[in-house]
């Protein structure tokens, strides 16, 4: 069939070029049999081991997991995967074609003049070498050739002259691997048996996958000593950093490696077309192979096909391998669903009245789980219930429950409950959400919070006294149009879920004029100038155009000791983790003629990859925006630490909810099965009926289609649904 559509498309001006395209995409991920049988066929197919999935998994939990521990004790060091270069991170396929077709010309050997005819080439490595020959045939072949000698002008013309190292290509993978370790809290190192006089070609060829400026460790050019003992040696200058695994072509380095650090992980990189170090392939020291960096990314193409309909699960876009997503957003629109007003109103009935069910069935289990009526049990047990709470019940134990609520249950008064949230619908590129204002996502988590009211209600009558903070202007100025169409439609859904009487929507900064006086924004102004100004010269020689990596990690050392802690006692977050969050929030300004959302996908896949001829402007300018938004972040929280800026100021002895959960604080889940918070995704109901939020992005890659309603208007869906049963 495959076949039969390239003829077809081939009898078109360009439709050849169209078909490959696709089929590149949608073969992309395959199991290696079938990455062959098309081969064969002449057609384009690509396919990652389950093995090798399962080792960078591994790695990539690793540093996840040591990273999570250095956010609760940030004295550990920071977790690292170290890489070896050449036939490791670094693909010498062009100094290899050279070196064999120089030596294959000086000696007579036809198959090194055409190295196609081979079904493996040597490396430098004298096991590879030899095992070339022997397999190969050569030496029975060519009884005249001084192998010695071949030898000796194959490594020579492999090595020499150096510029041509700057030739290597990327082992496929390695950006999107040095993309996922940095996302994981951790960072990508190199080690190689290179000498220091090529560093330069060695950094120019890794910048070709956009990693600049690496933290790379050479041999001295006067080495005599094997490579192996120089780079467990070499290890030395890792020592600030937590190496969790290894990656190497080599035995004896892995080895030599392990004996100082016996807990990492080692894995063999055995890069396809290149005779192996060891022809079984099975390494002596029993390390896993890997023959790329590439996973299979998680995308509608790629899960079983009864989870197609399933949402992301991701916190983040950087989660999501945006460049691998397919974009159905054309065939979505085809069939979008349009509601009517009575359809609409009976959807918004449904929400709540299977909110108040399930508030008269917490309410219930409370007062079965409770049979004293103790009015502080009750409240504890829903407050914390797992339909409400996000993250452990033991953030907010029954002792902390006694401290904060038993002085308003003695007076019969409403309980104060204080959250920030709903700032503004992020609708920066098109890949968040589907538009500006708020959708069913907003209207959800109303209802939810509307569904905790009631069933507090019903087992402390006073209630809650709930108030939602807006800070849509607080930490990053906005277009007042913006805000006010945003907020606008906020009040619409908040008098359909009752308005007043389940809680309170207000300004932040109104707040804080009435508590902090009326001229606390001219003052918060001056301190905030002061701050940034402060920021800047801390980083003014920094820059995350041209060396992004470092610069943050650099920035993020700088700001935790300018900084100090939060108001609350926290620590201030690191510069690196709001960069990575606020770098999805920065505006994409797409050419004339493409597409938002195409733009931006375009520029999100590889987004440290700033030499990219056609793309780096416009991913420097991200980065760039992304910097100076952190350095405002950082600079409102020092600020409203120092002017008590802050809910525990404005609402004495109220309780706090959080999505991001904590000790001492009550973790909130707006809507259920949803990590991703409503104001930064779009309303999503799934093949189950339940109502929750995803990525636009990822929403469309798994087929769902908009529902548009007269309750938000004609230019943005209302919600998106699984167009599976």
């Not at 220091?196 to 006067?222: H, I, K, T």
Request: charged share 25%.
């Amino acid at each position: 069939m495959l076949v039969a559509l390239r003829r077809l498309a081939a009898a078109g001006t360009n439709g050849l070029d169209q078909v490959d395209e696709v089929l590149v995409a949608e073969l992309r991920h395959l199991s290696p049999a079938s990455t062959e049988a098309l081969r064969a066929a002449g057609l384009p197919g690509r396919g990652v081991g389950r093995r090798q999935q399962q080792v960078l998994t591994d790695v990539l939990n690793r540093v996840v997991e040591r990273a999570r521990r250095r956010r609760s004790d940030p004295a550990l060091r920071r977790p690292a995967v170290l890489l070896d270069l050449d036939l490791c991170a670094l693909n010498p396929r062009d100094r290899t074609v050279r070196a064999l077709r120089e030596t294959g010309a000086r000696h007579g050997i036809v198959e090194f003049a055409d190295p196609d005819l081979m079904s493996q080439w040597p490396t430098y490595h004298p096991a590879s070498w030899q095992g070339c020959l022997d397999r190969g045939g050569l030496r029975d072949r060519y009884p005249d050739v001084d192998w010695a000698d071949a030898y000796r002008d194959y490594c020579q013309a492999f090595f020499e002259p150096w510029d041509r190292l700057a030739d290597d290509e990327p082992t496929p993978g390695l950006p999107r691997f040095v993309w996922d370790v940095f996302h994981a809290g951790g960072c990508v190192v190199f080690s190689t048996g290179r000498r220091e006089r090529v560093r330069r070609y060695s950094e120019a060829s890794l910048a070709r996958a956009g990693v600049l400026r690496p933290r790379l460790v050479m041999l001295p050019d006067d080495r005599t000593r094997p490579v192996h003992e120089l780079k467990a040696e070499n290890m030395a200058a890792f020592a600030d950093l937590d190496v969790v695994a290894v990656f190497d072509d080599l035995c004896d380095n892995r080895r030599a490696i392990a004996k100082q650090l016996p807990d990492v992980l080692c894995v063999a990189v055995e890069l396809p077309g290149f005779a192996l170090e060891h022809p079984a392939g099975c390494p002596d020291d029993g390390a896993e192979v890997i023959v790329s960096f590439e996973r299979v990314p998680r995308t509608g193409r790629t899960v079983a096909v009864a989870e197609r309909a399933d949402l992301s699960h991701t916190l983040s876009l950087a989660e999501l391998p945006v460049g691998e997503l397919a974009d159905h957003r054309t065939a979505a629109a085809a069939r979008a669903v349009r509601l009517s007003t009575g359809e609409s109103r009976r959807l918004v009935d449904v929400l709540l009245g299977n909110a108040d069910a399930a508030a008269g069935r917490v309410a219930e289990a409370a007062r079965r789980g409770h049979p004293d009526g103790d009015p502080l049990r009750l409240l504890h047990h829903v407050l914390t219930r797992e339909r409400f709470r996000k993250g452990p019940r033991g953030n907010y134990p029954l002792t902390q429950a006694q401290r904060d609520l038993r002085p308003f249950v003695d007076r019969g008064e409403p309980v104060p409950v204080v959250t920030f949230g709903f700032p503004v619908k992020l609708h920066y590129n098109d890949l968040k959400t589907t538009g500006p204002r708020p959708d069913l996502a907003e209207l959800g988590a109303l209802v939810r919070m509307r569904e905790l009211q009631h069933a507090v209600r019903e087992v402390y009558p006073p209630g809650l006294r709930i108030t939602v903070l807006s800070d849509g202007n607080h930490f990053h100025p906005r277009p007042a149009a913006l805000l006010r169409a945003y907020h606008d439609k906020l009040a619409d859904y908040h008098t359909l879920v009752g308005g007043a009487d389940i809680l309170e929507i207000t300004d932040v900064e109104d707040v804080a004029a009435a508590v902090l006086g009326a001229d606390v924004r001219l003052r918060r102004q001056v301190l905030l100038d002061a701050a940034l100004g402060e920021l800047d010269a801390t980083l003014a020689d920094l820059d995350v155009t041209t060396a992004p990596l470092t610069a943050l990690e650099e920035a993020s050392d700088r700001c935790a000791a300018l900084l100090g802690n939060r108001g609350d006692g926290t620590v201030m977050p690191r510069f690196v983790d709001l960069w990575r969050s606020l770098l999805y929030v920065v505006p994409v300004v797409p050419p004339p003629t493409v597409a938002r959302h195409a733009w931006a996908r375009l520029l999100y896949a590889d987004i440290l990859h700033v030499t990219d001829p056609r793309l780096g402007p416009d991913r420097q300018r991200l980065l760039a925006e992304a910097w100076q938004r952190t350095l405002r972040y950082l600079a409102v929280l020092s600020v409203d630490r120092d002017l008590r800026y802050d809910d525990t100021t404005f609402f004495p002895g109220r309780v706090r909810l959080t999505p991001n959960p904590r000790p001492g604080s009550l973790g909130f889940t707006y809507l259920g099965g949803a990590g991703v918070l409503p104001w930064h995704g779009t309303a999503a109901l799934d093949p189950l009926g339940q109502l929750s939020t995803d990525f636009a992005v990822a929403l469309y890659d798994r087929g769902y289609v908009p529902v548009y309603s007269p309750l938000l208007g004609d230019d943005q869906p209302w919600f998106l649904t699984s167009s599976r049963p």
